[in-house]
Each structure stands twice: as structure tokens, then as C-alpha cells.
């Protein structure tokens, strides 16, 4: 079994910073795809940024620009900057032991996810 765990979140204003971070552990010297989605209430649980396991990053549109992720091993983070308040939601990291099947940002390409942890921000 994988555990995902999920650190950051919190509140910013409008135009600040925060950051997440996400660690995936279980299987030894194990290299997962990992990801961070997140949701808002009445909608889909959404990709914001997906990184396989050889590295390749892939952003959705609305935040390219503004939201960098890094990893190191298994531990994802990601720098959000420039917060409207739109980017308010439950944010949820998730990770995989294969390789991408679709854009690396679709829910069904992860089995494995955190709680989450809540991002708001204030106009």
C-alpha cells in the first residue's frame, strides 16, 4: 500500500503565495508518477499538475505560469504564486507506482491519494 501525505495550504490574499508539499512513500526504492488535483464544492475534482516518473511535468492551462512543482524522490512540492481567488479549493496530491495512460492529469491515472489539504484565498 501507498501512502500519500500532504503538508501546506493554508491562506493567502489575493496576489500572495503559499506552497504544498506531498510526500508518497511504501514500497522500496519504489518512483511513483505523482500529482496534485484539487476541487471546489458542485465541481469535478481537477488536474492542476502531474510529474511521471522519468520527470516530464505537465501544468493545466489555468495555472501555467504560476504554479511551479519540484520533486525530489517521492516528495512533490508546488510553489502557487500570484493566488486569485479562484485557486480557492481542497487540494489533494496523488501518486501511482505505472506511467501515465492518458495526460497525467486525470484522476483515473492515480490510485493512491491523500486527505487533502485546504487552499483559500481572500480577496
Known amino acids: 500500500q501507498v501512502q500519500v501525505v500532504e503538508s501546506g495550504g493554508g491562506s493567502a490574499q489575493t496576489g500572495g503565495s503559499l506552497t504544498l508539499s506531498c510526500a508518497a512513500s511504501?514500497?522500496?526504492?519504489?518512483?511513483?508518477?505523482m500529482a496534485w488535483f484539487r476541487q471546489t464544492p458542485g465541481k469535478e475534482r481537477e488536474g492542476v499538475v502531474g510529474?511521471?516518473?522519468?520527470?516530464n511535468t505537465v501544468y493545466a492551462e489555468s495555472v501555467k505560469g504560476r504554479f511551479t512543482a519540484t520533486r525530489d524522490k517521492n516528495n512533490l512540492h508546488l510553489k502557487m504564486d500570484s493566488l486569485p481567488p479562484e485557486d480557492s479549493g481542497m487540494y489533494y496530491c496523488?501518486?501511482?507506482?505505472?506511467?501515465?495512460?492518458?495526460?497525467?492529469?486525470?484522476?483515473?491515472?492515480?490510485?493512491?491519494w491523500g486527505q487533502g489539504t485546504q487552499v483559500t484565498v481572500s480577496s
Open positions: 496523488a501518486a501511482d507506482g505505472t506511467g501515465w495512460v492518458e495526460d497525467g492529469l486525470s484522476r483515473n491515472e492515480y490510485r493512491f
Open positions: 511504501g514500497y522500496s526504492g519504489a518512483t511513483y508518477s
Open positions: 510529474v511521471n516518473k522519468n520527470g
